[in-house]
């Protein structure tokens, strides 16, 4: 091995930002497998962990994420690597529903069966290559499980050092007490060994995401803006067609322009799906591609007066 090999060697196996653009394989919109470069979003939460590791302190993030912007992608591949890097962890993944756990844990699956990297000398990336759909063990002896917020024994699996609670804020709060809590208290955070990562769309001014998003805490809340992505734009075929959307812009979309410097590129992407994938419903666009992290609580909350005019 090279001295520069040997460089890239030990930057990956520390770094999981360097190993996720350079070793991790993740599927993309179309289905296909691809080497992933890491968005603002993603980045941010890397940059998070690595000020976490440096300081040796737990990594605890809440992520208030817009749709399909890779926040699971990006916390799948922190668990990954960390459990890849320290020995003998456990960890769990924890959805709102077994179908979000099953998707999200199929992230973290195809990480460790496609991991080319080499770690140790021994050449083994996983423990046992059996059944993978429940219970990822790999070779340093750490294991990655999924449970399903709300059932019978969610968060009683035992003492973890590692966690992601995905789509938190569409948990039920049952007659047992609030998921996110039962699942916090299984959680070891005493030292840099321990990371958790919370993400979730907006659901409303209530329940444990809100709340730890807007107290102080020792919680880091990451958020990026549905124009902050180099994906959320749609050229213009001709200057007709640019014309004749500057004169078809609403208030609404005036008001992006005036407040956040969008260009009309990123409209006609915000237009787009306003249509396609919210039904024309502004207020569900503003939820699930939300500007600024105040405006998506309030609209998912479905207020009775009309927020704009307020």
């Not at 050229?235 to 009309?264: A, C, I, W």
Request: glycine content about 6%.
């Amino acid at each position: 091995m090279t001295p520069e090999e040997q460089q890239l060697h030990d930057l990956v196996s520390i770094d999981p930002e360097v190993w996720f653009s350079t070793f991790a394989v993740i599927k993309d919109k179309r289905g296909k497998n691809i080497k992933p470069v890491a968005n603002t979003l993603q980045k941010r939460m890397f940059d998070h962990y690595r000020k976490c590791q440096i300081n040796k302190v737990p990594c605890k993030m809440v992520i208030l994420k817009p749709r399909q912007k890779g926040a699971s992608t990006c916390a799948q591949a922190l668990t990954y690597h960390h459990m890849r890097k320290h020995e003998n962890l456990s960890g769990s993944l924890m959805g709102d529903i077994a179908g979000t756990s099953d998707k999200v844990f199929e992230i973290y699956r195809r990480y460790a069966e496609n991991d080319s990297f080499p770690w140790d000398d021994t050449g083994t990336n996983l423990a046992d290559k059996g059944n993978l759909a429940d219970l990822i063990k790999l070779s340093t002896g750490s294991a990655y499980g999924k449970e399903t917020a709300g059932s019978k024994n969610a968060g009683r699996s035992g003492t973890i050092q590692v966690g992601n609670l995905t789509e938190t804020a569409f948990w039920t709060t049952t007659g047992r007490g609030d998921p996110a809590l039962a699942y916090l208290q299984s959680l070891y955070d005493g030292d840099n060994l321990s990371l958790v990562v919370a993400d979730s769309t907006p659901n409303g001014p209530q329940g444990w995401f809100y709340n730890t998003w807007v107290q102080e805490n020792e919680w880091a809340k990451i958020f990026a803006a549905w124009f902050e992505f180099s994906d959320s734009v749609v050229p213009f075929t001709s200057e007709e067609q640019l014309q004749e959307f500057k004169d078809t812009m609403t208030d609404d979309e005036h008001s992006e322009v005036d407040r956040f410097g969008v260009n009309y590129e990123q409209l006609h992407w915000r237009r787009r799906v306003l249509q396609d994938k919210c039904n024309g419903d502004l207020s569900k666009f503003r939820q699930e591609y939300p500007s600024d992290p105040e405006e998506c609580f309030l609209m998912s909350s479905r207020p009775r007066f009309h927020i704009d005019v307020l």
